[in-house]
């Protein structure tokens, strides 16, 4: 609160202006070393305020022919500094008073921004694409192939929360859903490791895990 109504005010504050209208480096003649101390901000040259206040208070035409132009030590960029005028800031300081304001001062909040978020918790992965432990991870599954068993590759591309269902990848055969006999809340990170075997889709098949995703790489 005392920084708002101490220190943030049109007193304090420092303007800066860039413009391609002040003139190019090659049209300046000055007088003052690039690598000369002159240039530090302790001893900058204030010019006088009044060489661009008009008559009826406004600001004239910038000519940067009439001010003397000083160089920035270390890119060596010309600038020229210049106080505010008092009537300037006497307006403005009282626009900070607080108090209702006239319809003729353009001060006013920004208009709402609509992309500005209003939550910053994280959004809940859809039920049908969430994220599992076996996501991305490679595993061996044991199907029946008329009277025998064999055990075919798979990578697990997706499960659905709601049915507690694993799509798998196969190598050589179209996609497939199964559901797993465990519960997604009894399958702990820590147990999922290679070489652990589960069943699935009520313990018709069975699964082995080869390799997992890399952390991260599931979410």
């Keep these: 609160h005392d920084l708002l109504d101490l220190y943030l005010l ?3 504050a ?3 202006l860039s413009s391609s209208t002040f003139g190019k ?5 000055s007088s003052i070393d690039p690598n000369s101390n002159e240039t530090w901000i302790e001893k900058l ?3 006088d305020e009044s060489a661009f206040v008009n008559d009826q208070g406004g600001c004239s035409m910038f000519d940067p022919s009439n001010w003397k132009p000083q160089i920035e030590p270390n890119f060596q960029t010309i600038f020229w500094c210049s106080n505010v005028p008092p009537s300037w800031l006497e307006e403005w300081n009282q626009h900070v008073q607080p108090g209702e304001k006239s319809k003729e001062i353009p001060i006013h909040l920004p208009p709402e921004n ?3 978020p209003s939550r910053y918790d994280l959004k809940e992965l859809p039920a049908g694409d969430s994220h599992h432990p076996l996501l991305n991870a490679t595993i061996k ?3 029946a192939v008329g009277r025998t068993k064999q055990w075919f590759p798979a990578t697990v591309i997706q499960y659905d929360r709601k049915k507690n269902s694993i799509k798998l990848s196969y190598e050589d055969d179209e996609d497939r859903w199964h559901t797993l006999d465990l519960h997604h809340a009894d399958m702990k990170p820590e147990l999922m490791t290679p070489d652990y075997e589960g069943t699935l889709d009520k313990k018709k098949n069975r699964f082995r895990i080869l390799s997992l995703a890399l952390p991260g790489a599931g979410i």
């Design 10 to 12: 049109p007193s304090n």
């Design 14 to 16: 420092r303007i800066d």
């Design 25 to 29: 480096y090659a049209e300046m003649d």
């Design 45 to 47: 040259e204030i010019n």
């Design 114 to 116: 609509p992309f500005v």
């Design 141 to 143: 599954v044991c199907l």
